[in-house]
């Protein structure tokens, strides 16, 4: 039985059907793992799993127990990348219910990147109804402490059994959940960042603009190359040398004279964690631009003091102050005002109730 109500698009709720983990967590032993949950290492006891076929559309609605997939060694997605991702939180406040965070512009990324990669358009409501079906069983996973959270992962690929590069006929829609503290060990400390020059995220053209697992795979190489020079975090160029992303977050500069910047181009992934921050500036009279940033205005730009602060930020890190900036031939200190931090704390205090919530982005899941 679904637990919604009928959207008012008209668009009826799916019927789920409700399959309980005979082997669910205890309470102590779920006390325990969120005492201090690790990203992405521990899952909650149930996920959604929803069906896609040509001919039969949404259908099999249901929570079933977390567990693994059984897969058919032809299924598309193995051997030709098609899937897509989402990743949005859930908050518990202070009267113990539970909020989650603009969950219609996640619903709608999904569709664009969907789109991009030839697979269904989950509706916006199907996408929100999902999250609070999953709450409606694992809701005691959703974590009280500080900076903390249920981490959502929506996920979408095709699993149809064929050889042949076409878009798949059977899809499948999950989410599964898995609770989180902060994304950076020791909290928003400056993080440092290294400069790829070998490797691109994206081209032009490609798949930079959705959020699917290639674009990610693309980015473990050099990420890696990060952590051998000491570095948190990667950042790409484009072709024209034109700074785009980081391996999984966006990023911000600050001019003196306030005007935030982000990079901006067909290829780099519209953030919600960004678009929300930038709205926050703009509230409190902060210019806003995107536009294109070269590796050269960066640097040069530090080095004048023409830009002020630079910071990363994503649903997972939220936003992390940058603190270095490092090449094969350079190591550019990067200078750390109080902007970042103090949006950080406006956007994350809405989050957690703490904030009068003024354009409307919480959506509770609960009740």
């Known amino acids: 039985m679904s637990l919604t109500s009928a959207p008012e698009s008209g668009l009826a709720p799916l019927e789920f059907a409700v399959s309980r983990n005979l082997h669910t967590k205890s309470d102590a032993e779920r006390a325990e793992l969120l005492v201090d949950p690790q990203f992405g290492t521990t ?17 099999r609605p249901r929570v079933q127990p977390y567990g693994p997939l059984a897969l058919d060694p032809a299924a598309a997605v193995l051997h030709y990348g ?22 219609d512009a996640n619903g709608r990324r999904l569709q664009r990147s969907a789109r991009r990669l030839a697979l269904p358009e989950l509706p916006v409501e199907y996408f929100i109804q999902s999250l609070r079906e999953l709450i409606a069983v694992d809701g005691a996973w959703v974590p009280s402490g500080a900076d903390q959270s249920l981490y959502f992962r929506p996920f979408m690929f095709a699993k149809e059994a064929f050889l042949g590069v076409r878009p798949a006929n059977k899809v499948g829609y999950y989410v599964i959940a898995s609770p989180v503290g902060a994304y950076f060990k020791g909290g928003a400390k400056p993080v440092s960042i290294w400069l790829s020059e070998q490797y691109a995220r994206a081209g032009k053209g490609g798949t930079g603009a959705a959020k699917t697992g290639g674009n990610y795979a693309a980015s473990l190489l050099p990420q890696a190359e990060a952590y051998e020079q000491g570095c948190d975090q990667v950042v790409f160029l484009d072709q ?11 990023i911000v500069f600050v001019y003196k004279d306030g005007t935030l910047v982000t990079p ?3 290829s780099i992934l519209e953030g919600i964690t960004r678009d929300s921050i930038l709205q926050l500036a703009v509230d409190r009279g902060h210019k806003v631009e995107g536009r294109s940033v070269s590796i050269d205005e960066w640097r040069e730009g530090v080095a004048s003091g023409d830009i002020v602060e630079v910071f990363a930020c994503g649903t997972a890190a939220v936003v ?17 005002g109080e902007l970042a931090l103090s949006l950080r704390e406006e956007l994350t205090d809405i989050q957690y109730g703490r904030r009068e919530d003024t354009h409307g982005w919480l959506v509770r899941l609960d009740g």
């Not at 024209?240 to 966006?250: A, F, K, P, Q, S």
């Not at 603190?323 to 350079?330: A, H, I, N, Q, R």
Request: hydrophobic share 35%; charged share 25%.
């Open 82 to 103: 098609q899937e897509i991702f989402e990743g949005i939180k859930a908050y518990r406040h202070a009267d113990g219910s539970i909020w989650t965070f603009r969950p």
């Open 240 to 250: 024209d040398r034109n700074v785009e992303e980081l391996g999984g977050m966006n």
């Open 43 to 59: 899952f909650t006891d149930h996920m959604i799993d929803v069906c896609w076929s040509v001919g039969g559309g949404w259908h």
């Open 320 to 336: 992390a102050p940058i603190g270095v900036l490092k090449g094969t031939d350079f190591i550019d200190e990067q200078p750390l």
């Open 264 to 266: 901006q181009s067909p």
